[in-house]
Structure formats: structure tokens, C-alpha cells
């Protein structure tokens, strides 16, 4: 697609339940990452796939969250029972060449509020 | 592992006036830099980066960023404020060999008419 697209824009949820958030890269892209952003805390690195590599999940902040990628292609970030401190904006981005040497694009995020 | 550090978290310039947004990195020379404008409910969108062909880089919008390996900074620049320019602004240099940028935590640029 022309930009990175991420689906819902907005989730409201209920403690304890489990959320799904895709990621759609820009075609081509083979660099994916999700970032978490906060008030006042900038954006806190969360998860990085690059082509078939296994990806580096240092990031994550509890084992609550996972990621996947298939097809290196469509990502989806899992929060499994939220809390709520799991409520900021999720940040997708992709890059070409890999490594983020040309910068990232990144998409508009979802605004995830758990209640 | 590299570091950044914006100076200031928010700013306030009045229109037409100089616009200086400080970063410096940690004191390993990243590969790369980058500045990022987020405006309001948007996502983040490039300014310019630097890959080490020229330490003045220019970007979109009218600002520039000096890399200056001395003082480990990458400080952003522009002339003469305009109202559309308040918005939030990300310095980011890359990982190394963390394969991904650093952020540091933003600097919201407010204009004044």
C-alpha cells in the first residue's frame, strides 16, 4: 500500500480481556517495528522483525505481550489481560533498507484505553 | 547501548522567531540521525537525517539540523517559526547495531502568534 496502515485507530477495552492490532507495511518494506507512546514518555521500543529473521523482542515489557508477522508481511501485536497501564498509543513503522538506515514511515497508531 | 536526550520538553518561540530544538546522543557516534515532527493525532512523519555525507543536513519545512560529533549533538533548527510548525519533535538516532532507532522522549514546540 501507499503508507503503513493500522487497524483499529481507537480500542477501548475492559481489564483482564485480550486485544489484537495490526500492522500493514508499506509493500516491499522488509523491516517492521512497533513502538509504545505514552504521555510524556516518548516512544518506548517494543518489538523488531526483519525478513525471516527471528525478531528481537527485547522490548516487550511482560510476557502479556506477543507479536507475530506472516508472510513477512501483516504484523499483530497481542496484549493478553490488559491492564491499565497497557493504555497509550501502538506505534507500527517499516523501513527499506533494513536496519532503518532510511528512516522509518511510520503509520498513524491505535489508541489503546483500558478501562 | 546509544542514548538520547532532548533538552526541554516543551518550547515556546513566538512566530517569526529562531526555533533551536536540542538533542545530543550518547557518546558512541551513531551511523545515523533523525528528526521527527508529530503533529496533533497524527503519526510520525521524517524531517531530515544525517548519514554522514554532510554534517548540516537539511529537511522538509525549512529546518536543518547540524551534526557536531565534538559535542555529541544534533541540534534542530529553523529560521523563522511559523504558527504550523507547534507540534512534537523526535530525535532519534540509530541503534547501531540494535538494528532500530532510539527515541528520545520529544520536544513540544509551541508557536505564539
Known amino acids: 500500500g501507499a503508507g503503513v496502515s493500522q487497524s483499529p485507530s481507537n480500542k477501548v477495552t475492559e481489564k483482564g480481556k485480550d486485544v489484537e492490532l495490526r500492522c500493514d507495511p508499506i509493500?516491499?518494506?522488509?523491516?517492521l517495528y512497533w513502538y509504545r507512546q505514552s504521555l510524556g514518555q516518548g516512544l518506548e521500543f517494543l518489538i523488531y522483525?526483519?525478513?525471516?529473521?527471528?525478531?528481537?523482542k527485547s522490548g516487550l515489557p511482560s510476557d502479556r505481550f506477543s507479536a507475530e508477522r506472516t508472510g513477512g508481511s501483516v504484523s499483530t501485536l497481542t496484549i493478553q489481560r490488559t491492564q491499565q497501564e497497557d493504555s497509550a498509543v501502538y506505534l507500527c513503522?517499516?523501513?527499506?533498507?533494513?536496519?532503518?538506515?532510511?528512516?522509518?514511515?511510520f503509520g498513524s497508531g491505535t489508541r489503546l484505553t483500558v478501562v | 547501548a546509544q542514548s538520547v536526550t532532548q533538552l526541554g520538553s516543551h518550547v515556546s518561540v513566538s512566530e517569526g522567531a529562531l526555533v533551536l530544538l536540542r538533542c545530543n546522543y550518547s557518546?558512541?557516534?551513531?551511523?545515523?540521525l533523525f528528526w521527527y515532527v508529530q503533529y496533533p493525532n497524527q503519526g510520525l512523519q521524517l524531517l531530515l537525517k544525517y548519514t554522514s555525507a554532510a554534517t548540516l543536513v537539511k529537511g522538509i519545512n525549512g529546518f536543518e539540523a547540524e551534526f557536531k560529533k565534538s559535542e555529541t549533538s544534533f541540534h534542530l533548527t529553523k529560521p523563522s517559526a511559523h504558527m504550523s510548525d507547534a507540534a512534537e519533535y523526535f530525535c532519534?538516532?540509530?541503534?547501531?547495531?540494535?538494528?532500530?532507532?532510539?527515541f528520545g522522549k520529544g520536544t513540544k514546540l509551541s508557536v505564539k502568534p
Open positions: 513503522a517499516s523501513s527499506y533498507p533494513p536496519g532503518g538506515a532510511g528512516g522509518y514511515t
Open positions: 509493500s516491499g518494506h522488509t523491516a
Open positions: 557518546s558512541s557516534v551513531p551511523p545515523y
Open positions: 532519534a538516532p540509530h541503534g547501531g547495531s540494535q538494528g532500530n532507532l532510539i
Open positions: 522483525f526483519q525478513g525471516n529473521s527471528a525478531p528481537d
